[in-house]
């Protein structure tokens, strides 16, 4: 299992990023798979998470601003984050859920994660 994230970068407040994680060795559509993110000096916390029917989980931070989506011929997971704010800036990761995981957005949740892509939101 191999996940590659890609997309991150420094936008200005109020931008626009959209992230990939390409996954390997297994099929997206069979697992749950999430979105975290880490700041400097601060816990890993989920952002966003999707399920095998398509049903999404998001953090009140992120409400009405970020969206998550998987491409099954690709094996690809997406997050489109808009409107960005500085207190965006971390680490953002996609990670997979352990099996029977349904829509949580905890650490322990997850079992196999990317290296991770930066994403800096300039004010």
């Known amino acids: 299992v191999q996940l590659v994230e890609s997309g991150g970068g420094s936008v200005e407040a109020g931008g626009s990023l959209r992230l990939s994680c390409t996954a390997s060795?297994?099929?997206?559509?069979?697992?749950?798979m999430g979105w975290f993110r880490q700041a400097p000096g601060k816990e890993r916390e989920g952002v966003i998470a999707i399920n095998t029917y398509g049903s999404t989980r998001f953090a009140d931070s992120v409400k009405g601003r970020f969206t998550i989506s998987k491409d099954r011929a690709k094996n690809t997971l997406y997050l489109q984050m808009n409107s960005l704010k500085p207190e965006d800036t971390a680490m953002y990761y996609c990670?997979?859920?352990?099996?029977?995981?349904?829509?949580?957005?905890?650490?322990?949740?997850?079992?196999?994660w990317g290296q991770g892509t930066q994403v800096t939101v300039s004010s």
């Open positions: 060795g297994y099929s997206i559509s069979s697992y749950s």
């Open positions: 990670a997979r859920g352990r099996p029977g995981s349904w829509l949580l957005l905890g650490t322990e949740d997850y079992n196999y």
